[in-house]
């Protein structure tokens, strides 16, 4: 009986612990362009990087890695990109401090 309690004690724990990443959109208008967070997950490693797919005026981007501490996203294809003035990656790394 009590391993029987355990194991739902553990699977309760764990599927807690497990972070999903954000289903809904998150948009904010800057500049003139509306800027759409479609989804993101933070790194477990790293805690100042987040994957993310964003749009932007209604152009969705693929899953990209964006790095607060540099300020620069890197692309599928491992091209380091910095981020352009009040875009996507400032907007991602103010609003998940």
């Given at each position: ?6 194991a ?27 800027i759409?967070?479609?989804?993101i997950?933070?790194?477990a ?53």
């Amino acid at each position: 009986m009590k391993y029987i309690l355990f194991a739902v004690a553990l699977v309760l724990i764990l599927s807690f612990a497990i972070a999903l990443p954000a289903r809904a959109a998150f948009c904010r208008t800057v500049e003139e362009h509306e800027i759409c967070i479609l989804s993101i997950q933070r790194s477990a490693k790293n805690h100042w990087e987040y994957r993310a797919s964003v749009s932007v005026d209604g152009v969705a981007r693929p899953v990209e890695v964006y790095n607060c501490r540099d300020r620069q996203r890197t692309q599928k294809d491992r091209t380091v990109i910095p981020f352009a003035k009040n875009g996507p990656g400032e907007l991602i790394c103010t609003m998940l401090k």
